[in-house]
């Protein structure tokens, strides 16, 4: 299975703040990589996929990168409602594996 | 705009067979993926598998062997089976119509406790 590990596990941020998160792949998966965030109590939406296409509606402060097989989550402008878990997910190879999530946290 | 709802018995003993069921309103199955993903408490997403229009399917290997997924057009519904559950399969279950590279639309999952 192809191992996706996320960095920071946790960051604690305030409203205004730049965040960027980190998720690198075990293997080459192209650009094969979605991000998604999910509220407590939620299911999770998706907010950008290969590696750095912003899906219909989702506010352009979110924006992704790739750099060979790391991959970052931007968001520009924390906003009270980002604060939430982000998940990288690998669409490159059976089975779909997920990173272990970033928690955005209030400062 | 697509609507899935998801039901299912959210209490089982182990050993014990779980069964969900999805059923999607407002969109085609065509072109889509059906997907199954759990979350156990405070952990992260584990894919479980998914299933085509034409019925074709890939699972994780590390269920393979206990899941089986089902598509049924007719009724805009498809299902999943996990046999001989253990404690160790806990958790929230989503139904998710994907896209190739993407999760697209989550149902609004199901907690599956299983406890003796």
């Known amino acids: 299975d192809i191992q996706m590990t996320q960095s920071p596990s946790s960051v604690s941020a305030s409203v205004g703040d730049r965040v960027t998160i980190t998720c690198r792949a075990s293997q080459d998966i192209n650009a094969w990589l979605a991000w998604y965030q999910q509220k407590p109590g939620k299911a999770p939406q998706v907010l950008i996929y290969a590696a750095s296409s912003l899906l219909s509606g989702v506010p352009s402060r979110f924006s992704g990168s790739q750099s060979g097989t790391e991959f970052n989550l931007t968001i520009s402008g924390l906003q009270p409602e980002d604060f939430a878990t982000y998940y990288c997910q690998q669409a490159h190879t059976f089975p779909r594996t997920f990173g272990g999530g970033t928690t955005v946290e209030i400062k | 705009q697509v609507q899935i709802h998801q039901w299912g018995a959210g209490l089982l003993k182990p050993s014990e067979t779980l069964s969900l069921t999805c059923n999607v309103s407002?969109?085609?199955?065509?072109?889509?993926?059906w997907n199954w993903i759990r979350q156990a408490p405070g952990k992260g997403l584990e894919w479980i598998g998914e299933?085509?229009?034409?019925?074709?399917?890939n699972y994780n290997p590390s269920l393979k062997s206990r899941v089986t997924m089902s598509l049924d057009t007719s009724r805009d519904h498809f299902s999943l089976k996990l046999t001989s559950v253990t404690v160790a399969d806990t958790a929230v279950y989503y139904c998710?119509?994907?896209?190739?590279?993407?999760?697209?639309?989550w149902g609004q999952g199901t907690l599956v406790s299983v406890s003796s």
């Open positions: 407002g969109g085609s199955f065509t072109g889509y993926y």
């Open positions: 299933i085509n229009h034409s019925g074709t399917t």
């Open positions: 998710v119509r994907g896209r190739a590279i993407y999760f697209q639309n």
